[in-house]
């Protein structure tokens, strides 16, 4: 079946530490997104990434990063310069960009940090 | 101003009712416009895409899209306990590469 695979669904963190989301499509989707959604607040976009070995900042990019070295992969690391990183995070792919199709979007890793 | 604005709700209908979700976005260059559906804990789906004013139907789903007004709505008609969800409207904003999702407003459809 083909799709978006988010790892781990639930991560718990110490202050200070990094630690890193993976998303993983066999959608043969060009671009792919990393989302965060906090209570009431919607989806914010951290980083897009429109191809292999290309990527953007979103408007909330501050304390993550990201990687696109394979077309199938996108793994987001959210750093210990996040300041309030518990939040639920989406990934999601696209044929193209957002505007011009849908987003299909991985299960979502929910991260606490303690 | 947010870019795109909903009411979070909860709305409330009854089974069997038309429950209508309603958008409004700040630029006026929008060009594609979004409803996606997400149960509690779960990720987002789509449910309607509209990129022209009018009408478009799919089922017991409609959107309803006036850029003269810059207001796009979601009609939900027979509504189920099933489309008990948070419904999230999404526009694109300055370049057709950025999608901007409002907050969401949550639907309840009671028995």
């Known amino acids: 079946d083909g799709g978006i695979t988010q790892s781990p669904k639930y991560l718990f963190r110490k202050e200070g530490q990094n630690v890193t989301l993976s998303c993983e499509q066999n959608?043969?989707?060009?671009?792919m997104y990393w989302y965060r959604q906090d209570p009431g607040q919607g989806l914010r976009l951290i980083y897009y990434s429109q191809i292999v070995n290309d990527f953007q900042k979103g408007d909330i990019a501050e304390g993550y990063s990201v990687s696109r070295e394979k077309k199938e992969s996108f793994p987001l690391t959210v750093t210990s310069a996040q300041k309030n990183p518990t939040a639920f995070y989406l990934c999601a792919s696209s044929i193209a960009g957002q505007g011009i199709g849908e987003l299909f979007f991985g299960e979502g890793s929910r991260l606490t940090v303690l | 101003q947010k870019e795109v604005e909903q009411n979070s709700g909860p709305l409330s209908v009854p089974e069997g009712a038309i429950a209508s979700l309603n958008c409004t976005y700040s630029?006026?260059?929008?060009?594609?416009f979004f409803w996606y559906r997400q149960y509690s804990g779960k990720s987002p789906e789509l449910i309607m895409f509209?990129?022209?004013?009018g009408d478009k139907e799919d089922g017991r789903f409609t959107a309803q899209l006036n850029k003269a007004s810059q207001y796009v709505s979601l009609l939900i008609r027979d509504s189920q306990p099933s489309d008990s969800a948070t419904y999230l409207c999404a526009v694109t904003t300055g370049t057709a590469s950025k999608l901007t999702f409002g907050t969401g407003t949550r639907l309840q459809v009671t028995l």
């Open positions: 630029d006026r260059g929008s060009q594609s």
């Open positions: 959608l043969n989707h060009d671009a």
């Open positions: 509209i990129y022209s004013n």
